[in-house]
């Protein structure tokens, strides 16, 4: 899945910003990322820091840059750039003293052209990971929400598997045009891991089997997807049972052309999407890739804070090679 990616990678050498730079699973990411040749890592904190952390999870990271938020020579320049894009919310005195985190100055490095894409999450939680990227870097032409979404991988002994799961991370609870937005911007996602999309949405109820509000809204963003004629095919409501097995989908929905064979799941709210990857991902045995930020105008990604190592070291490939 990531070799091709990888060997893109290779020659562009792309800058990748680390907000979190005394963190041993980041300082592991960056030192084989460096060392393989396949990003040059930006680590942010205080370099005595992060120099002592590294010495002692064995992850030296002595050839890779490393800026510190407090003592950073080019900020008053950084300072009143920010202050331009947030003017009438934020003053310059605001921005001097959210600059001093490495959240926002990470996204500020990526805003400047300074460095390429930015990888944070580790500790910082979503909100603060992604709030300094929707105030800053903002959505791209064409999209009205920043959404996101986990790619599941899983190799057994006969075959490998692939979904991809929207949105688990950022929107509370879309209404059916931002469903519908979400549905569309997975299945692009989606597309960018060679999944040819047939997109479900999920539900408690499988095409009228069950009565609510939340039903209306799934089913109203189906309809959605349909007026916009997307070129891809999509259904819903439809429960997860119905969108991802053949046999029940023969009984519950037998004229979808979703249903039974949906690869690309769309969640409600963020309450069933959150707790839906990390079912897969803790009893179902997928590795979980994301949140990938969609959206946005420029790749910045989180993590979940439960990531290990090798996580980070996939999500920054992810993140830099989906420029
Ligand atoms: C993403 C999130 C942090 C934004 O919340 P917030 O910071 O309170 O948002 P605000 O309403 O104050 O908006 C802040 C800015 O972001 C923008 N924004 C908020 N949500 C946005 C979205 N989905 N897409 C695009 N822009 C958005 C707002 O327009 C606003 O811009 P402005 O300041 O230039 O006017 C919030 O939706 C959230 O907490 N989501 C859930 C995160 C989470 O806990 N996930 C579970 C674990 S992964
Ligand atoms: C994506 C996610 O759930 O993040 P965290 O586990 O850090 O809350």
Redesign the pocket.
Known sequence: MFESMIAALKMQKRRIVFTEGTDPRILEAANRLHHEGILTPILLGNPIEIQNAATACNWPVDEIEKIDPQNYKEMDEMVSKMAELRKG?MDEAACREALKKANYFGTMLVKMGKADCLLGGATY???DT??PA??LIK?RPGSK???SCFILYRQTMDKNEMYAMGD?????DPNEEELAEIACETARTARRFSIDPRVALLSYSTLGSGKGESVDKVRKAAEKLKELNVDFPADGELQFDAAFSPVVAKTKAPDSTVAGKANVFIFPD?NAG?IGYKIAQRLGGFEAFG?ILQGLNAPIN?L?RGCNADEVYKMSIITAALI
């Open positions: 919310k939680s979503t909100a992604v709030r929707l105030q959505t929400i920043v959404s688990c991370a950022i929107n509370l963020i959150n949140p989180d979940s």
